[in-house]
């Protein structure tokens, strides 16, 4: 495996980027989760507006819909400000036309200082630019001041695209820095907000921090952060999703055998009057199912006194 944040490059400085605390952290890491998607947009644009008169950022979202709704919202906001915005994706917006032309371009922007209002721009992007494309920096004030600010919208299906994600940042031998904010109605938290119980944060009157959890296990044991959690979270997710369309291409493959088999055996006289037969009925009546089961399948096989090694003649 590719060691993280490929180190082993000679004679470089790596720093891993630093997850963002918040004012009312003392300086501990935090993750921000809110109830609904405009709470989380509204503190999303509260940080970008916050940290891009300092460093570049670049926001990752979950999805081309929702990288589209941020940069109208932080636009609205901004108003004549706007300028410092831009949207990098795969497609142009509303096409399926590659707007490769364009990327280089707004990739090298995404680093560089707007002179005129001394402030940087604020990349948003996608899945697709939260890997592969290479946000150079190169001004020491923005190493000074934490460098290229990232804020992720989601947590990934794999936490090799998280390293993907987090790794836009930090590049070379330069700092790095990346906020988590996410919304309790997506997965992985989605059903499994109750875990977050054991990451929550008070000030120091003891009040509870509202939609503010700690990074790190009470412990301080580093396999037990709330990011790792999550991102297990995500791979039990994604091995039911695996799990599930193994059964469904095996079913697949059975229901096509079957219909194979039955119109050797049953070959329709008329097509327009089809299903005439109380045969054809009856198949009809399986492939209409929104759910089929095996015993349900092993059941038509036996019906019509079919194998599924029978041999069909090619056509």
């Known amino acids: 495996d590719t060691p993280p944040f490929l ?25 921000h989760v809110y109830d609904n998607a405009d709470a989380q947009h ?21 999805s081309t819909e929702e990288a589209v709704e941020l940069e109208a919202k932080l636009r609205a906001r901004l108003g004549n400000d706007a300028n410092c915005i831009q949207l990098l994706l795969e497609y142009k917006v509303g096409t399926m036309t590659l707007d490769k032309d364009n990327w280089r371009g707004i990739v090298r922007r995404a680093t560089t200082r707007l002179r005129k209002e001394d402030q940087f721009r604020i990349t948003i992007t996608d899945p697709f630019g939260g890997r592969g494309h290479d946000f150079d920096v190169h001004d020491d004030e923005v190493n000074v001041k934490g460098g290229l600010a990232v804020i992720v919208t989601s947590i990934p299906a794999s936490e090799r695209e998280w390293i993907q994600w987090i790794g836009r940042t930090a590049r070379k031998d330069n700092n790095g820095q990346y906020a988590v904010v996410l919304c309790s109605q997506d ?33 301080r044991d580093d396999t037990k952060g709330l990011i790792k959690k999550l991102l297990a979270l995500r791979d039990e997710d994604q091995n039911v999703k695996l ?45 209409c199912n929104s759910y089929i089961s095996p015993r349900q399948i092993d059941g038509a096989f036996t019906k019509f006194n079919f194998t599924e090694y029978d041999q069909v003649a090619d056509s």
């Open 7 to 31: 180190n082993t490059c000679k004679n470089a400085r790596k720093v891993p980027p630093k997850l963002m605390d918040d004012a009312m952290c003392r300086n501990t890491p935090c993750v």
């Open 42 to 62: 509204k503190k999303l644009l509260d940080i970008c507006m916050k940290m891009h008169r300092d460093v570049p950022v670049l926001v990752i979202a979950k």
């Open 187 to 219: 997965s992985p938290l989605s059903g499994a907000t109750e875990l977050l119980s054991d990451y929550t944060m008070r000030d120091v009157q003891g009040v509870l921090i509202p939609n503010t959890y700690r990074e790190e296990w009470r412990d």
């Open 243 to 287: 799990v599930k369309a193994g059964k469904d291409i095996t079913t697949g493959r059975r229901l096509n055998r079957l219909s194979d088999l039955f119109y050797k055996n049953y070959p329709s006289m008329n097509e327009s009057t089809w299903p005439a037969t109380e045969e054809e009925v009856e198949l009809r009546s399986l492939l």
